[in-house]
């Protein structure tokens, strides 16, 4: 595809619901990447894939949040019993490998945005 | 630890004036700096990079230069247009683990008027 994609754009959950969020990379993109946005705030980093391989979950914040990428493209972040406080722009980003040391364009996703009420 | 510091917006100028975004940050090693631009209803985009020490970034008349000594990376354009009102982003990115995680300010957001 032309970018990076994410669906559902709009997500409105009850407290205690599970959600599962997609992101479709830019096709051959080997390094994938979920930021969490609140409002009014910058992304912080969530989680890390290259290929299938999950390096970096250190910014999950609990473990209500599962991220999975089980063939190398399409990844799906999970949070369970959703909580207030999940209530965020989710944002997935993908990049091509670079050589060690050298800091690839990440493509951003526009992006879910979930509203846990 | 890493973390990245920006001027508290909203920044409000008229079309042509000049702009200054301060960004500050702190590292470990020699992160690659990034600014980063979201337009109204679209998702990030990178406006500029530099990777090290005095390199400048520069893209659609915006530019940054990576400042050791003083660890900034201030975004300027000299002439800004009422279609560069958006909120910017400094970031940095650590030398680690050989991915690219980036690291996020707070976010200006700059409104233009004609």
């Known amino acids: 595809g032309a970018g990076v994609s994410q669906s559902p754009r709009y997500k409105v959950a009850k407290r205690g619901q599970d959600v599962a969020l997609r992101c479709d990379p830019i096709s051959g993109h080997v390094s994938l990447f979920w930021y969490q946005q609140a409002l009014g705030q910058g992304p912080e980093f969530l989680t890390y894939f290259q290929n299938e391989a999950q390096l970096d979950k250190s910014g999950l914040p609990s473990d209500r949040f599962f991220a999975e990428r089980p063939e190398g493209s399409v990844s799906t972040l999970k949070i369970q019993r959703t909580q207030q406080e999940d209530s965020a722009v989710y944002l997935c980003?993908?990049?091509?490998?670079?050589?060690?040391?050298?800091?690839?364009?990440?493509?951003f996703g526009p992006g879910t945005r979930l509203t846990v009420l | 630890g890493n973390s990245v510091t920006q001027m508290e917006g909203p920044v409000t100028l008229s079309e042509e004036a000049f702009l200054t975004i301060n960004c500050t940050y702190t590292a470990t090693g020699y992160p690659s700096l990034f600014w980063y631009v979201q337009y109204p209803g679209e998702g990030l985009q990178l406006l500029l990079k530099a990777t090290k020490a005095d390199d400048k970034g520069s893209n659609k008349g915006f530019e940054a230069t990576y400042r050791k000594e003083t660890t900034s990376f201030h975004l300027e354009k000299g002439s800004v247009q009422v279609s560069d009102s958006a909120v910017y982003f400094c970031?940095?990115?650590?030398?680690?683990?050989?991915?690219?995680?980036?690291?996020f300010g707070a976010g200006t957001r700059l409104a233009v008027h004609p």
């Open positions: 970031a940095l990115s650590p030398v680690s683990g050989g991915y690219n995680k980036l690291i």
């Open positions: 980003a993908s990049s091509s490998p670079g050589l060690a040391g050298i800091h690839n364009e990440q493509f």
